[in-house]
Protein backbone atom coordinates (compact mmCIF):
# COMPACT_ATOMS: atom_id res chain seq x y z
CA UNK A 1 0.00 0.00 0.00
CA UNK A 2 2.93 2.70 -1.19
CA UNK A 3 4.47 2.09 2.09
CA UNK A 4 8.11 2.18 1.39
CA UNK A 5 9.50 0.39 4.48
CA UNK A 6 12.53 -2.29 5.13
CA UNK A 7 10.06 -4.89 3.33
CA UNK A 8 10.07 -3.13 0.27
CA UNK A 9 13.83 -2.43 0.46
CA UNK A 10 14.62 -6.19 0.96
CA UNK A 11 12.17 -7.06 -2.17
CA UNK A 12 14.33 -4.41 -4.08
CA UNK A 13 17.44 -6.18 -3.80
CA UNK A 14 16.92 -8.89 -6.50
CA UNK A 15 15.57 -5.11 -8.38
CA UNK A 16 17.53 -4.52 -12.61
CA UNK A 17 17.67 -0.84 -12.96
CA UNK A 18 18.33 1.50 -16.15
CA UNK A 19 19.80 4.83 -15.19
CA UNK A 20 19.26 6.37 -18.40
CA UNK A 21 20.42 10.17 -19.17
CA UNK A 22 23.40 11.78 -20.77
CA UNK A 23 25.04 13.32 -17.98
CA UNK A 24 27.67 10.61 -17.01
CA UNK A 25 28.01 12.45 -13.19
CA UNK A 26 24.14 12.02 -12.70
CA UNK A 27 24.03 8.58 -13.29
CA UNK A 28 27.19 7.90 -11.78
CA UNK A 29 25.81 9.69 -8.29
CA UNK A 30 22.54 7.19 -8.53
CA UNK A 31 24.13 4.26 -9.59
CA UNK A 32 26.29 5.05 -6.15
CA UNK A 33 22.85 5.54 -4.05
CA UNK A 34 21.24 2.38 -5.54
CA UNK A 35 23.77 -0.16 -5.74
CA UNK A 36 24.46 -0.08 -1.86
CA UNK A 37 20.74 -0.41 -1.41
CA UNK A 38 20.70 -3.77 -3.40
CA UNK A 39 19.79 -2.69 -6.71
CA UNK A 40 21.56 -4.02 -9.93
CA UNK A 41 22.12 -0.83 -12.07
CA UNK A 42 23.51 -0.30 -15.63
CA UNK A 43 24.29 3.29 -17.29
CA UNK A 44 22.53 3.78 -20.58
CA UNK A 45 22.61 7.00 -22.59
CA UNK A 46 19.92 7.96 -24.40
CA UNK A 47 20.73 6.46 -27.37
CA UNK A 48 21.63 2.68 -26.32
CA UNK A 49 18.66 3.17 -24.42
CA UNK A 50 16.55 3.49 -27.36
CA UNK A 51 18.65 1.04 -29.31
CA UNK A 52 17.78 -1.56 -26.86
CA UNK A 53 14.23 -0.63 -26.87
CA UNK A 54 14.04 -0.90 -30.80
CA UNK A 55 15.62 -4.53 -30.09
CA UNK A 56 13.42 -5.34 -27.76
CA UNK A 57 16.28 -5.94 -24.90
CA UNK A 58 15.31 -4.44 -21.66
CA UNK A 59 15.65 -7.48 -19.02
CA UNK A 60 15.09 -4.78 -16.30
CA UNK A 61 12.34 -4.35 -13.36
CA UNK A 62 13.15 -0.37 -13.39
CA UNK A 63 13.90 2.35 -15.50
CA UNK A 64 15.07 5.80 -13.82
CA UNK A 65 15.03 8.69 -16.28
CA UNK A 66 16.80 11.61 -16.56
CA UNK A 67 14.76 14.41 -18.32
CA UNK A 68 17.34 16.84 -18.90
CA UNK A 69 17.39 16.39 -22.76
CA UNK A 70 13.75 16.97 -23.92
CA UNK A 71 14.04 15.94 -26.97
CA UNK A 72 15.40 12.63 -26.47
CA UNK A 73 13.30 12.08 -23.20
CA UNK A 74 10.24 12.52 -25.34
CA UNK A 75 11.66 9.92 -28.09
CA UNK A 76 11.85 7.34 -25.12
CA UNK A 77 8.59 7.82 -22.73
CA UNK A 78 6.30 6.24 -25.51
CA UNK A 79 8.16 3.35 -26.15
CA UNK A 80 9.34 2.60 -22.71
CA UNK A 81 5.57 3.15 -21.76
CA UNK A 82 5.24 0.03 -24.20
CA UNK A 83 7.19 -1.78 -22.72
CA UNK A 84 5.33 -2.17 -19.66
CA UNK A 85 8.25 -1.34 -17.32
CA UNK A 86 7.89 1.43 -14.49
CA UNK A 87 9.56 4.40 -15.70
CA UNK A 88 10.59 7.01 -12.37
CA UNK A 89 11.27 10.66 -14.15
CA UNK A 90 14.28 12.78 -12.67
CA UNK A 91 13.05 16.34 -13.36
CA UNK A 92 14.31 19.77 -13.20
CA UNK A 93 12.06 21.63 -10.07
CA UNK A 94 10.83 24.00 -12.61
CA UNK A 95 10.14 21.96 -15.53
CA UNK A 96 6.31 21.80 -15.25
CA UNK A 97 6.07 20.51 -19.40
CA UNK A 98 8.12 17.75 -18.85
CA UNK A 99 5.83 16.26 -16.10
CA UNK A 100 2.96 16.68 -18.04
CA UNK A 101 4.10 14.83 -20.79
CA UNK A 102 5.87 12.36 -18.63
CA UNK A 103 2.27 12.07 -16.55
CA UNK A 104 0.39 11.59 -20.02
CA UNK A 105 3.42 8.87 -21.23
CA UNK A 106 2.44 7.10 -18.48
CA UNK A 107 5.11 7.52 -16.09
CA UNK A 108 5.08 5.67 -12.60
CA UNK A 109 6.72 7.99 -10.35
CA UNK A 110 8.74 11.25 -10.48
CA UNK A 111 12.20 12.95 -8.72
CA UNK A 112 12.13 16.21 -8.42
CA UNK A 113 15.73 17.58 -8.49
CA UNK A 114 17.68 18.38 -6.22
CA UNK A 115 16.92 14.84 -4.69
CA UNK A 116 19.03 12.80 -1.80
CA UNK A 117 19.47 9.31 -1.70
CA UNK A 118 16.52 8.14 0.77
CA UNK A 119 14.04 10.30 -1.80
CA UNK A 120 14.98 7.88 -4.66
CA UNK A 121 15.17 4.78 -2.56
CA UNK A 122 11.64 5.65 -1.31
CA UNK A 123 10.74 6.28 -5.22
CA UNK A 124 11.84 2.99 -6.15
CA UNK A 125 10.54 1.25 -3.21
CA UNK A 126 7.23 0.97 -4.92
CA UNK A 127 5.89 -2.33 -5.85
CA UNK A 128 6.48 -2.81 -9.53
CA UNK A 129 3.02 -3.84 -10.24
CA UNK A 130 1.06 -1.56 -8.30
CA UNK A 131 3.33 1.84 -9.66
CA UNK A 132 2.74 0.19 -13.21
CA UNK A 133 -1.37 -0.43 -12.69
CA UNK A 134 -2.35 2.39 -11.27
CA UNK A 135 -3.11 5.21 -13.48
CA UNK A 136 -0.85 8.76 -12.60
CA UNK A 137 2.63 9.24 -11.52
CA UNK A 138 4.07 9.17 -7.90
CA UNK A 139 6.15 11.61 -6.40
CA UNK A 140 7.48 11.12 -3.06
CA UNK A 141 7.65 14.01 -0.10
CA UNK A 142 8.88 13.95 3.35
CA UNK A 143 9.71 17.57 5.09
CA UNK A 144 7.82 20.95 5.12
CA UNK A 145 10.07 21.85 2.31
CA UNK A 146 9.32 19.59 0.05
CA UNK A 147 5.01 20.09 0.42
CA UNK A 148 5.87 24.15 -0.45
CA UNK A 149 7.72 23.08 -3.76
CA UNK A 150 5.73 20.02 -4.62
CA UNK A 151 2.16 21.78 -3.81
CA UNK A 152 3.49 24.81 -5.71
CA UNK A 153 4.79 22.96 -8.93
CA UNK A 154 2.11 20.34 -9.53
CA UNK A 155 -0.50 23.35 -8.76
CA UNK A 156 0.36 24.82 -12.14
CA UNK A 157 -1.02 21.77 -14.37
CA UNK A 158 -4.66 23.77 -12.87
CA UNK A 159 -6.62 26.13 -14.20
CA UNK A 160 -6.65 27.98 -10.95
CA UNK A 161 -2.80 27.38 -9.41
CA UNK A 162 -3.46 29.20 -6.10
CA UNK A 163 -6.23 27.68 -4.79
CA UNK A 164 -5.15 24.41 -5.49
CA UNK A 165 -1.46 25.14 -4.04
CA UNK A 166 -2.84 26.07 -0.80
CA UNK A 167 -5.60 23.34 -0.41
CA UNK A 168 -2.27 20.36 -1.92
CA UNK A 169 -0.23 22.46 1.26
CA UNK A 170 -2.56 21.95 3.79
CA UNK A 171 -3.45 18.15 2.97
CA UNK A 172 0.16 17.51 2.34
CA UNK A 173 0.99 19.04 5.77
CA UNK A 174 -1.09 16.55 7.44
CA UNK A 175 -0.13 13.74 5.83
CA UNK A 176 3.61 14.81 7.05
CA UNK A 177 2.92 16.05 10.73
CA UNK A 178 -0.16 13.93 11.63
CA UNK A 179 0.43 10.76 9.86
CA UNK A 180 4.04 10.25 9.15
CA UNK A 181 5.13 12.20 12.55
CA UNK A 182 2.10 10.97 14.76
CA UNK A 183 2.04 14.97 16.28
CA UNK A 184 -1.53 14.85 17.77
CA UNK A 185 -4.61 17.77 17.53
CA UNK A 186 -3.71 18.54 21.10
CA UNK A 187 -0.04 18.80 21.20
CA UNK A 188 0.05 20.69 17.63
CA UNK A 189 -2.32 23.30 19.16
CA UNK A 190 0.40 23.41 22.23
CA UNK A 191 3.04 24.19 20.38
CA UNK A 192 1.25 27.14 17.82
CA UNK A 193 0.67 28.96 20.66
CA UNK A 194 4.20 28.55 22.05
CA UNK A 195 5.35 29.18 18.44
CA UNK A 196 7.19 26.02 18.72
CA UNK A 197 5.59 23.51 15.77
CA UNK A 198 8.12 24.18 13.04
CA UNK A 199 10.49 23.59 15.28
CA UNK A 200 9.07 20.15 16.70
CA UNK A 201 8.38 19.04 12.93
CA UNK A 202 11.60 19.53 12.22
CA UNK A 203 13.20 17.61 15.79
CA UNK A 204 10.40 14.58 14.46
CA UNK A 205 11.64 14.48 10.79
CA UNK A 206 15.40 14.26 12.38
CA UNK A 207 14.85 11.12 14.20
CA UNK A 208 16.16 7.93 13.10
CA UNK A 209 12.61 5.66 13.23
CA UNK A 210 11.41 8.73 10.37
CA UNK A 211 14.36 8.95 7.95
CA UNK A 212 12.51 6.98 5.52
CA UNK A 213 9.11 7.48 5.98
CA UNK A 214 7.87 9.00 3.04
CA UNK A 215 4.37 10.09 2.49
CA UNK A 216 3.20 9.84 -1.60
CA UNK A 217 1.29 12.53 -3.94
CA UNK A 218 0.00 10.87 -7.31
CA UNK A 219 -0.96 13.17 -9.42
CA UNK A 220 -2.78 11.89 -12.74
CA UNK A 221 -4.19 13.73 -15.61
CA UNK A 222 -7.69 12.88 -17.55
CA UNK A 223 -8.84 14.97 -20.32
CA UNK A 224 -11.74 16.71 -18.08
CA UNK A 225 -10.15 16.74 -14.54
CA UNK A 226 -6.68 16.20 -12.67
CA UNK A 227 -6.81 14.09 -9.88
CA UNK A 228 -4.70 14.11 -6.58
CA UNK A 229 -4.36 11.65 -4.43
CA UNK A 230 -2.49 11.43 -1.16
CA UNK A 231 -1.28 8.34 1.56
CA UNK A 232 0.66 8.64 4.44
CA UNK A 233 2.17 6.05 6.69
CA UNK A 234 0.81 7.42 9.89
CA UNK A 235 -2.20 5.40 12.12
CA UNK A 236 -5.09 6.70 9.97
CA UNK A 237 -8.02 9.18 11.76
CA UNK A 238 -11.94 9.67 11.49
CA UNK A 239 -11.91 12.96 8.98
CA UNK A 240 -15.65 13.95 9.86
CA UNK A 241 -15.00 16.51 12.71
CA UNK A 242 -12.46 18.34 10.48
CA UNK A 243 -14.71 18.44 6.91
CA UNK A 244 -16.72 21.56 7.66
CA UNK A 245 -15.70 24.46 9.32
CA UNK A 246 -17.22 24.34 13.09
CA UNK A 247 -17.39 27.74 14.80
CA UNK A 248 -16.64 25.84 18.12
CA UNK A 249 -13.56 25.46 16.96
CA UNK A 250 -12.86 29.05 15.85
CA UNK A 251 -11.07 30.17 18.75
CA UNK A 252 -8.40 27.02 17.64
CA UNK A 253 -5.05 27.70 16.12
CA UNK A 254 -5.22 25.26 13.98
CA UNK A 255 -7.70 22.62 12.35
CA UNK A 256 -9.16 24.17 9.56
CA UNK A 257 -6.78 22.99 6.76
CA UNK A 258 -8.96 19.63 5.54
CA UNK A 259 -12.09 22.07 5.30
CA UNK A 260 -10.42 24.96 3.93
CA UNK A 261 -8.81 22.58 1.05
CA UNK A 262 -12.31 21.46 0.03
CA UNK A 263 -13.98 25.06 0.15
CA UNK A 264 -10.96 26.37 -2.27
CA UNK A 265 -10.41 23.33 -4.88
CA UNK A 266 -11.33 19.70 -3.55
CA UNK A 267 -15.28 19.94 -2.59
CA UNK A 268 -15.92 16.16 -3.25
CA UNK A 269 -12.39 15.15 -0.75
CA UNK A 270 -12.82 11.64 -0.57
CA UNK A 271 -10.72 9.93 2.65
CA UNK A 272 -9.67 6.33 2.00
CA UNK A 273 -8.01 3.55 4.08
CA UNK A 274 -8.98 4.51 7.32
CA UNK A 275 -7.58 8.27 6.90
CA UNK A 276 -4.55 7.41 5.60
CA UNK A 277 -5.34 8.57 1.93
CA UNK A 278 -7.30 11.64 0.60
CA UNK A 279 -8.33 12.22 -3.14
CA UNK A 280 -9.11 15.14 -4.57
CA UNK A 281 -10.13 16.29 -7.72
CA UNK A 282 -10.33 19.73 -9.86
CA UNK A 283 -12.32 19.86 -13.10
CA UNK A 284 -10.58 21.26 -16.11
Known amino acids: MLRPDRGAYLRSMASRVWLVGDDPQMMEVLEGWLAPAGYACERLGSADAGARLAAGRLGVERVVLDACSHSACGDLLQPLKGSGVPVTMLVEAEDLPMIESGLRAGAAGFLVKPVEPRTVLAALGLPGGEAA ?89 RPREIRFLIRDQGQGFDPTPYLNLNPARSVEPHGRGIAIARMLAFPDLVFLDGGRCVEGVVRR
Not at 135 to 140: E, L
Not at 175 to 198: I, P, Q, S, T, Y
Request: negative net charge; aromatic residues 8%.
Open 133 to 221: AQAGGYFPFRTLEDVSGLSQLVAGLCPDPESVQIALSELMINAVEHGNLGLGFDRKGELMVMGGWRNEVERLLGLPEHAARFAFLRVEC
